[in-house]
């Protein structure tokens, strides 16, 4: 690594306001690291500037304050502050498009946006779940371009909402081609973490890839067994509940309910496409899990006229204690009874980017029936005479529909 190089960070976080990125800065920040984190979304770089976090993430905001107050952390949307940080994190991912197909350009793209002030003797960590291949993508694309750059795949492994714990508590993979790469990654996560795990590229993508689309699945075949018990009028809960009951070996088997977010689909449908679509399990629990929503509706039509029930949705972030919507079945439900129901009434008090939610106390007031789509805790002490539907069995009233 040349030695002329003198940073004036040591990292920079591309795409930092964001989930994945904006705690990871933070973690970096707390621990002494002079941090900066560069985002395109200006709003997003103001609102962290002054130090209040752009969503929910328990623990975040009071470091997030300490970082800038004491200089460990900058914000800004100036692409140049890639140019003097040591190790740059990039936490561009790899989207799938309408029709569930990965776009693998989408990291190459990111790290073409910043390619002039990238600088031999840096680290490229990329941070996001990515396709397999693009980390050797974007190893030959730094070749092409001449510079003398590390290039590290290194994974978030949290769950949205725990990262300030699980960035610490967590190992941390580290998938890389040559052993500087591997020492320098290794030296940068461990001021967050003592457990580091190395691999290589291609195993540190499936690893991550997998992790996801194992969850999906056990997700998948929960629902599919609610689906069965409910069909012949059987509580899961209590199944699985007898199941479960001091026998380790069923113990991860989970409750049923709205498998969703940002994460858990996509990297089951890049898996798939990976495969050349073979992937006949991963499709089977993507059905699944998207059906569910529908399946609640046809239960819902044998027991009320849908066409004259107001129907209230409680909880439209994607899980539990979020206030992150992004690709929430509960919005699913809702297109859906748009067209069967005389009306459809949602509330969930955690989210505030969408303006058509209502305060949960009119849900509860005008609505017919109501659907827990979201499993906020807040919903387990829910007085109300109407029928509810709580696959969650977040009311300890059994799960049939």
Not at 233 to 259: E, N, S, T
Request: negative net charge; proline residues 5%.
């Amino acid at each position: 690594m040349p030695d002329a190089q003198v940073f004036t960070s040591d990292v920079v976080v591309v795409g930092g306001c964001g989930h994945v990125g904006l705690p990871l800065a933070i973690a970096f920040a707390d621990r002494g690291l002079r941090t900066h984190i560069y985002d395109i979304d200006p709003g997003a770089v103001d609102r962290v500037r002054r130090g209040s976090m752009p969503f929910y993430e328990a623990g975040a905001e009071e470091p997030l304050r300490r970082a800038l107050a004491n200089g460990m952390l900058e914000v800004s949307s100036d692409v140049s502050t890639v140019e003097g940080a040591e190790n740059v994190v990039v936490v561009i991912g790899t989207p799938v498009d309408e029709h569930l197909n990965p776009d693998p350009s989408a990291v190459r793209a990111a790290i073409l946006d910043c390619e002039a002030y990238l600088s031999d003797g840096q680290l490229l960590v990329l941070r996001s779940t990515v396709y397999p291949g693009v980390t050797q993508s974007i190893e030959q694309m730094i070749d092409a371009l001449g510079r003398d750059i590390d290039v590290a795949f290194c994974p978030e492994r949290i769950a949205q909402g725990a990262a300030m714990v699980e960035l610490s508590a967590l190992p941390q993979i580290v998938g890389v081609r040559t052993e500087r790469a591997g020492e320098r990654a290794e030296a940068l996560f461990r001021v967050l973490t003592e457990s580091v795990l190395r691999v290589t590229p291609e195993e540190a993508e499936l690893a991550k890839l997998f992790t996801n689309t194992w969850r999906y699945i056990k997700f998948a075949i929960a629902n599919q067994f609610f689906m069965m018990a409910n069909d012949y009028g059987l509580d899961f809960q209590r199944i699985r509940d007898v199941i479960r009951a001091d026998y380790p070996r069923a113990a991860d088997l989970p409750g049923a309910g709205f498998a969703a977010g940002p994460c858990l689909l996509k990297d089951t449908m890049q898996l798939a496409a990976f495969t050349n679509n073979s992937f006949v399990l991963g499709h089977s629990a993507m059905l699944v899990n998207e059906g569910l929503p529908l399946y609640l509706v046809s239960r819902l039509e044998r027991r009320f006229d849908l066409a004259e029930t107001t129907v209230g949705i409680l909880g439209m972030a994607f899980k539990a204690e979020t206030d992150d919507t992004r690709d929430s079945l509960a919005y699913k439900l809702r297109r859906i009874l748009r067209f069967r129901a005389r009306d459809v009434l949602c509330a969930d008090d955690r989210v505030s980017a969408d303006p058509t939610l209502l305060p949960l106390e009119d849900v509860l007031d005008r609505a017919d029936v109501l659907v827990i789509a979201a499993p906020h805790p807040e919903y387990r002490g829910l007085s109300t005479t109407k029928p509810v539907v709580d696959i969650w069995n977040m009311r300890g009233e059994g799960t049939v529909v």
